[in-house]
């Protein structure tokens, strides 16, 4: 401090004071990086023994200089320099901050420290992340719908041919085609409205086998459309509890349709099984799982299941699908296992709490 | 090719597609044989001899469009087969096909971005097999 005292005579009380409590960080640096001055903010949270200490052993938990360091440039060229950098905070957390440095000349025009401002990003971060991953979806849903819009503008053409030549057959099939296309823009529109908005869970309370059959009926014929047997396996046994069923049905049938899709993409079998089960896991928890022999997942896969916006499928996929899983299974506290094996098939089971006993029978 | 009916295989893995461009084609006077697999493509183009192929490039079956337009390329009988690429991913991929670039990996003789103009695809398919 008599440092900066002697050499700067910057430090009266009202500016101190002004400087202690601004919202970032800052710092004052020699050319060794020690630091000479710190802010009260900056000392609230790192300590107040941060002063004679090197910014890259309190910042960044190091034991050597950062390899791209403002302050450095700063020394250099006696210019103004800003970087983004990854703080480590004494908690053992992280923060994304914007860096800047400028020189602080003595007598004779040298650079004799550096003021270093640090201010924190995160939430700025945050928000810059779900833009992208809004970018994203548009981009991957204006594909889907724009495939969507094409069947459904190709089955509008074959019923119109169907109809010149009063073809009923013919208009049967084109109609399926619509039909097929108007059933997946509304399942894309219902993931949509899932993931886009923090939807609080309707709870009824419903037996889950009902749930499930329910939302195992809806696929029969599509199942059956494409050469797979869709079976259930639901134990009538499981209690009533109080679920969303409407999100637990969407949940399901994007399950549901992920292995149907798996299955259609698997040319190594002939005949493919998908089931559905609801049962107990153990005293406390009942599951809802999707089964399918289909050819499993790589590593690759399993890691990034549940990124948001991640899909596998490339043409046939948006990425909401899982994400839309996720989120109701959230929304019931649910834990979600994910079993697979290269070859043999994969199976989601998600697992939720039943009702305490004793909480049900009062 | 005179009065002979031009016979034009459609494969494409979106079946929807495959029987919308089945039926366009069908009434525009094309005998249209179709797979909705690149194997089974390949199999049904080595035993129709089609004057042409239309051919969806990101399928997500056992052979992709790329590996049949490559078969057909690599087959001293198919090689000269005229083949309409399609894709419902070419923005997305930024898939443009380019004649003289990429001959060597993908050699459709056109490519088209879907959704197809069907006035547009009827002629080229024409122009291919005049």
Redesign the interface.
């Known amino acids: 401090m008599n440092y900066l005292n002697n050499n700067f005579q910057l430090i009266d009380l009202t500016f101190k004071s002004i400087v202690d409590a601004l919202p970032c960080y800052v710092m004052i640096q020699d050319q060794d990086f020690n630091i000479l001055f710190a802010n009260q903010t900056f000392r609230s949270d790192f300590g107040d023994k941060i002063v004679d200490k090197y910014c890259y052993a309190v910042l960044k938990a190091s034991l050597h200089p950062c390899s791209v360091c403002p302050v450095s440039e700063t020394f250099k060229d006696k210019k103004v320099h800003v970087s983004e950098e990854l703080i480590h905070l004494p908690d053992g957390s992280a923060s994304e901050m914007i860096a800047y440095s400028a020189p602080l000349f003595d007598a004779v025009g040298d650079v004799s420290a550096c003021i270093k401002i640090l201010v924190n990003v995160e939430t700025i971060k945050d928000e810059h992340r779900e833009l992208v991953v809004l970018g994203q979806s548009i981009a991957l849903l204006s594909h889907d719908i724009k495939n969507i819009l094409e069947g459904l503008q190709g089955g509008a053409y074959v019923v119109e041919e169907a109809l010149k030549d009063k073809d009923r057959e013919l208009a049967s099939r084109g109609w399926d085609i619509v039909k097929r296309n108007i059933t997946e823009i509304t399942g894309i529109t219902q993931d949509i409205l899932y993931s886009a908005k923090k939807r609080k869970p309707k709870l009824r309370t419903v037996k889950p086998v009902d749930v499930a059959r329910q939302a195992g009926q809806l696929f029969d014929e599509k199942a059956s459309s494409m050469g797979i047997q869709l079976l259930l396996e639901l134990n009538p046994k499981v209690p009533a509890v109080k679920i969303d069923p409407t999100g637990i049905s969407r949940m399901l049938g994007n399950l549901i349709w992920n292995a149907l899709q798996a299955c259609q993409k698997d040319n190594e079998k002939r005949k493919h099984l998908v089931f559905v089960r609801t049962d107990f896991y153990d005293d406390e928890h009942f599951f809802f799982e999707v089964e399918d022999d289909a050819q499993g997942m790589d590593k690759e896969i399993q890691e990034n299941l549940f990124k948001d916006f991640y899909s596998s499928k490339g043409e046939s996929g948006n990425g909401l699908g899982l994400m839309v899983v996720e989120r109701i299974a959230k929304n019931h506290e649910a834990k979600i296992e994910v079993l697979t094996k290269k070859g043999a098939g994969s199976l989601f089971r998600v697992i939720i709490h039943l009702p305490d006993k004793k909480i049900a029978l009062k | 090719m005179g009065d002979k009916t031009i016979k034009v295989c459609v494969i494409d893995d ?1 079946t ?2 495959l ?3 089945e ?2 084609l069908t ?1 525009n006077g094309f005998d249209v044989k179709t797979a909705s ?1 690149g ?1 089974a493509g390949i199999e049904l183009i080595k035993e129709q001899r089609p004057d042409l192929i239309v051919l969806d490039v ?1 399928m ?3 052979f992709s469009g790329f590996e049949v337009c490559r078969q057909v390329r690599s087959d001293s009988d198919l090689k000269n087969t005229p083949i309409i690429g399609v894709s ?2 070419g ?2 991929l930024g898939l443009k096909y380019e004649k003289y670039e990429d001959m060597e990996y993908f050699s459709p003789n056109v490519f088209f971005d ?2 197809v103009d069907k006035d547009l695809l009827l002629a080229k398919i024409n122009d291919l097999t005049s």
């Open positions: 979106n929807d597609y029987f919308t461009m039926t366009f009434r697999e194997k990101m997500e079956t056992t419902g991913m923005d997305e879907k959704p």
